[in-house]
């Protein structure tokens, strides 16, 4: 069956995004090969908005630890990969010591797996809307909470949302 169009377009997505980062095109296929067999959601807007993801958090890298202690390619921390067990009923997320829960999310597909569960968690919570959903994602409930009730954001969860929705724009 041939691919769609979009589904064309998520494809080339990952490329074009890396240009400028310190990754190799390896390593973007490699990445774009586990999003593709390992997300929860296929669909090429979803493929789509989880590559901007993982452009914006960890550019592709699946080995990058940020300095708050989120690992992988889509830089999940003990936190929300809890959250997205419980919500999408993922295996190995009670009970197990946030350093084995790290050991883990390094390997890429998990950390796929749990990281566009969270992901389209977060979506269906806000009904689609995808900045709010992306708020969630980088700031958590305390970011989306500050934003309805005083319309602004932290510095860092602002500049998050404006680089990933800057990074859909680049796929369309």
């Given amino acids: 069956m041939p691919w769609s169009p979009a589904l064309l377009a998520w494809s080339n997505c990952g490329e074009r995004l890396a240009e400028g980062k310190p990754v190799s095109i390896s390593q973007v296929k ?3 090969f586990v999003l593709g067999t390992e997300s929860v959601d296929t669909s090429p807007k979803f493929l789509t908005l989880a590559t901007s993801v993982i452009a914006a958090e960890s550019g592709f890298n699946r080995l990058a630890v940020s300095p708050s202690g989120a690992v992988g390619l889509m830089q999940l921390t003990p936190i929300g990969a809890r959250e997205a067990a419980i919500q ?33 968690y977060y979506l269906d919570q806000v009904d689609g809307n995808q900045m709010l959903a992306l708020v969630l994602y980088n700031g958590g409930y305390v970011q989306l909470t500050r934003l309805l009730q005083t319309g602004t954001l932290s510095k860092e969860t602002s500049e998050y949302v404006l680089r990933v929705h800057s990074y859909l724009g680049r796929c369309q």
């Fill in 30 to 32: 490699a990445a774009m």
């Fill in 88 to 120: 999408c009923r993922l295996p190995f997320a009670r009970g197990v010591d946030d350093d084995v829960l790290l050991a883990r999310l390094m390997d890429s597909r998990a950390n796929v797996k749990y990281g566009t569960c969270l992901l389209r």
